[in-house]
């Protein structure tokens, strides 16, 4: 059986999703820092540049750069290729009102740090309206 | 975007400027509140390879807002032509550069707010009371020791771009050998660390407003990150905002936060009598308020005379507009530098203004390190 973690948080924009983590322990630019049609990071030095959050929960450390981050975010919902869900660690206004523009589950201040936590591909529900997120790692080769 | 501009400017303003898709009647404007940059020149699009269909939306666009009481600045930098908050007074100010401005230099006080919080705030009047409205948000985080000169408008490029990247949103407080700033020095610093982190608030004891001390700075509190910025960290950070390799250079854009007139005054000395290369384009960018004071001062003729291009309302990023087959752009802007080649495909070449109009006129570029 894979390994379950729970860890528990604050709701920012309340809803449950669950989807694939894409983690990056680098702070997110949303206008000049992702493609708006397809949910790229474009970021020239991001470590994710050139893959995509489309349906996926986003775990990040937190907002960056331009005050088009939730025009950004607001026109990847519209073009449908919004993360499904969002887990952040620092929270300004950029990030919250980009949340909340996304209209998708999203939670910060959880009780471990989730960029220690969760890897790239591990399931993630984000039950943000009662503040808790389930992790189920991914299997590792060669493991069980 | 085609399919809600034919639903009108309510349906646009609904959507995008307040996340409703129920479409509101927008009324006038409460709070004082200007256009910041748009992506079109309302004079000069067809250079800039738009389309006549949506410069004239954009200008119905002006006509509707405009008589709703939002001011048509059309400028990332509202600080330049008469929207000067003072200290103390609340605001709602998205542009990252401009944030980081109204908060530092002129001691007014926002978060970064975006599209849908500002339209909604030019409406109520209203926004929320947390981050930067509450002086105890507002204390250094991280003391900067300068250890070299940092003086002239590319140094403090440089310097923004460096530090954005190691403290992101946190707040730097400046000591050492940085010499008194001006409005364009701290313009591009703060853009420049919006750019690269997230950094919406910086002190510069003894110059800005509130930071009468370092002590101040950090509102009494015990330092707990230090960092030095020298030679080694320059050099880091002009290594990191030039992407190009090929010297040949397409393209020079000047003017990015806007230009201010003695900018433009500086570019037109350097050009005066001159021509700019053949293989090259050299789009100058400013607030459309001091393109007229330009025009009266003759500066544009010098500009344009010697092959240039004077604009307003937009820049390159915003718009995503540059000449036709631009493959290598050089620019005094970090912010630029940093944005250009992740929205737009293109490698960028970052200098002092006296590189780039000299890559603009031999269409090469040798600028460097001095």
Wanted: glycine share 10%; with cysteine; charged share 25%.
């Amino acid at each position: 059986m894979p390994t379950k973690i729970i860890l528990r948080g604050r709701k920012v924009v309340g809803g449950c999703a669950e989807g694939e983590a894409i983690v990056t322990q680098d702070t997110i630019s949303g206008w000049g820092g992702i493609n708006e049609k397809d949910g790229t990071v474009i970021e020239r030095r991001h470590e994710l540049r050139g893959r995509s959050f489309k349906d996926k929960v986003l775990v990040f450390p937190g907002a960056k750069g331009s005050s088009g981050w939730s025009a950004y975010f607001h026109m990847a919902r519209l073009n449908g290729v919004a993360p499904r869900a969002m887990i952040f660690n620092k929270m300004t206004t950029k990030v919250a009102l980009g949340a909340v523009v996304t209209r998708a589950p999203a939670m910060t201040d959880l009780e471990q740090d989730p960029l220690l936590v969760i890897e790239t591909g591990d399931w993630v529900k984000v039950d943000a309206d009662n503040g808790v997120v389930e992790i189920l790692k991914r299997r590792r080769e060669g493991a069980g | 975007m085609r399919e809600l501009a034919r639903k009108g400017f309510d349906a646009v303003y609904s959507e995008l400027n307040l996340d409703s898709p129920e479409i509101v009647e927008v009324p006038r404007v409460v709070a004082n509140t200007c256009q910041s940059i748009t992506g079109i020149d309302n004079e000069r699009w067809r250079i800039q390879g738009i389309s006549d269909d949506l410069a004239d939306q954009q200008k119905q666009a002006e006509a509707y807002f405009g008589r709703r009481g939002i001011t048509m600045l059309a400028t990332c930098t509202p600080y330049q032509v008469g929207n000067v908050p003072v200290k103390g007074e609340h605001c709602a100010w998205m542009e990252s550069s401009a944030v980081v401005y109204c908060n530092s230099v002129l001691g007014a006080r926002t978060n970064t707010e975006g599209k849908e919080s500002t339209g909604a705030a030019a409406l109520t009047g209203r926004i929320p009371y947390w981050g930067y409205h509450i002086t105890e948000n507002r204390g250094g985080t991280h003391l900067v020791e300068v250890e070299i000169e940092v003086d002239d408008i590319m140094d403090w490029g440089l310097l923004g771009y460096y530090l954005g990247e190691i403290v992101d949103d946190g707040i730097p407080v400046l000591t050492g050998r940085c010499h008194q700033p001006n409005l364009i020095k701290l313009k591009q610093f703060g853009a420049a660390a919006a750019s690269s982190g997230g950094v919406e608030m910086y002190h510069i004891p003894e110059v800005t407003p509130e930071a009468r001390s370092i002590e101040e700075a950090f509102c009494g509190n015990r330092i707990k990150h230090t960092l030095q910025y020298g030679a080694t960290e320059r050099q880091i950070a002009y290594e990191n905002l030039n992407s190009a390799t090929d010297r040949n250079v397409d393209f020079i854009m000047l003017g990015c936060p806007h230009n201010s007139i003695d900018q433009v005054w500086l570019i037109a000395s350097l050009l005066e009598g001159r021509k700019i290369s053949q293989n090259a384009q050299l789009w100058v960018h400013m607030p459309r308020a001091l393109r007229e004071v330009a025009d009266r001062n003759g500066h544009t003729g010098i500009i344009t005379d010697a092959g240039g291009v004077v604009m307003s309302d937009t820049c390159p990023a915003i718009s995503r507009h540059m000449p036709r087959g631009t493959k290598v752009v050089a620019t005094d802007s970090a912010k630029q530098a940093h944005y250009l080649p992740a929205t737009t495909g293109v490698s960028t070449w970052f200098g002092s203004v006296k590189d780039c109009v000299e890559a603009a006129l031999a269409g090469r570029w040798s600028g460097g390190l001095q």
